[in-house]
């Protein structure tokens, strides 16, 4: 059955318009953005299959055009769609963030840290730079390892807090196992890098892991920094 045959109380468009996104499941609100199903499955439909092939919407949105390509109605145009989406998502975030305080803001800093890396099939150690109001001056990636293991150089860490004339900084790397918790050598590495930056008076706020959809995991709250 077409979703215009369902009863208006339980169309996904008109439930949203009145209820709010916050009450749409995952599949409802990817629904919206398909509009349209294939034969014999209405987008609700095709939608849950998305998510049940995928197994979450970070990963729907990580996957390739030639992988997506497979699924009947999935092309390059529902594909640079769903990019677009996702990087405005992170866009948006991230210009909420330059705004805010982000010691008051740890809910946002969190979202924008997943949106980031929780897809990625590698490691990625990432370092946020922030001002003597804890405003975000710049995000940047660093360094890119292996699926298991980054290399980071605490050298570079600190000259780049150095040109951008930062006060503070947030660290942050994904574990694409999905492990959450910190090994020795996160641990040992953060030591390192507050030590280094403490030399030139630059404070490291936190260090969050980034692993899958789970709420990224805070050094600062785990009495680690």
Do not use: C
Not at 75 to 103: N, T
Request: glycine share 6%; aromatic share 6%.
């Amino acid at each position: 059955m077409a979703i215009t045959d369902w009863p208006e109380s339980e169309r996904p468009r008109e439930r949203l318009l009145s209820r709010g996104a916050t009450a749409l499941s995952d599949a409802e609100l990817l629904a919206i953005f398909l509009r349209v199903g294939v034969r014999g499955k209405s987008a609700v439909d095709l939608a849950r299959d998305l998510i049940a092939h995928y197994g979450s919407l970070a990963r729907l949105f990580s996957t390739s055009l030639a992988d997506l390509a497979g699924f009947p109605g999935m092309g390059a145009a529902k594909y640079a769609q769903l990019q677009a989406v996702f990087e405005m998502s992170r866009r948006a975030l991230e210009e909420s963030l330059r705004r805010s305080d982000l010691l008051g803001s740890p809910g946002e800093v969190r979202d924008w840290l997943r949106l980031k890396l929780s897809h990625l099939p590698h490691e990625v150690f990432m370092i946020l730079l922030l001002d003597a109001q804890n405003r975000l001056i710049e995000a940047r990636e660093l360094f890119r390892g292996t699926l298991t293991q980054t290399a980071v150089y605490p050298r570079e860490v600190v000259k780049l807090a150095l040109t951008h004339n930062a006060a503070a900084v947030i660290l942050a790397h994904n574990h694409p196992s999905g492990a959450r918790e910190p090994s020795h050598a996160d641990e040992a590495l953060t030591r390192a890098l507050k030590q280094a930056l403490a030399l030139v008076d630059v404070r490291v706020l936190d260090h969050f892991i980034v692993a899958g959809t789970q709420p990224p995991l805070s050094f600062a709250e785990r009495g680690l920094l």
